[in-house]
Nanobody, 128 residues
Framework: QVELVESGGGLVQAGGSLRLSCAGS????????MGWYRQAPGEQRELVAQ???????NYADSVKGRFTISRDNAKNTVYLQMNSLKPEDTAVYYC??????????????????????WGQGTQVTVSS
């Protein structure tokens, strides 16, 4: 069974830093795009940053120059280094694996699947 597990959230003062990690587990063969989204109370979930398997990345304008996304394909893990944090960065942060290809054995047959997966979310709170 494929699962994404996030870690690294917490409480930090404005101007501080946090590093989020999201590790995929299970019979993962490849992941096309890995990304971070966030959702503040009463707001819609928004894209923060995403990175392809070839390490091309893009960022929301609000985090450019402060956040850096990276990934380790061998570990099926994506990271988000967040610097110069602001109170408006406070949200639940979710990782997403898009185009995740995985295998599943059914009897003597191994089936291949492609789907998108989300992590459970990790809270980031920035105090002023």
């Amino acid at each position: 069974q494929v699962e994404l597990v996030e870690s690294g959230g917490g409480l930090v003062q404005a101007g501080g830093s946090l590093r989020l990690s999201c590790a995929g587990s299970g019979s993962i063969l490849s992941i096309n795009v890995m990304g971070w989204y966030r959702q503040a109370p009463g707001e819609q979930r928004e894209l923060v940053a995403q990175i392809t398997s070839g390490t091309d990345s893009n960022y929301a304008d609000s985090v450019k120059g402060r956040f850096t996304i990276s990934r380790d394909n061998a570990k099926n893990t994506v990271y988000l280094q967040m610097n110069s944090l602001k109170p408006e960065d406070t949200a639940v942060y979710y990782c997403k694996a898009a185009g995740l290809r995985y295998s599943r054995r059914i009897g003597s047959i191994t089936q291949l699947y492609t789907a998108d997966f989300w992590g459970q979310g990790t809270q980031v709170t920035v105090s002023s």
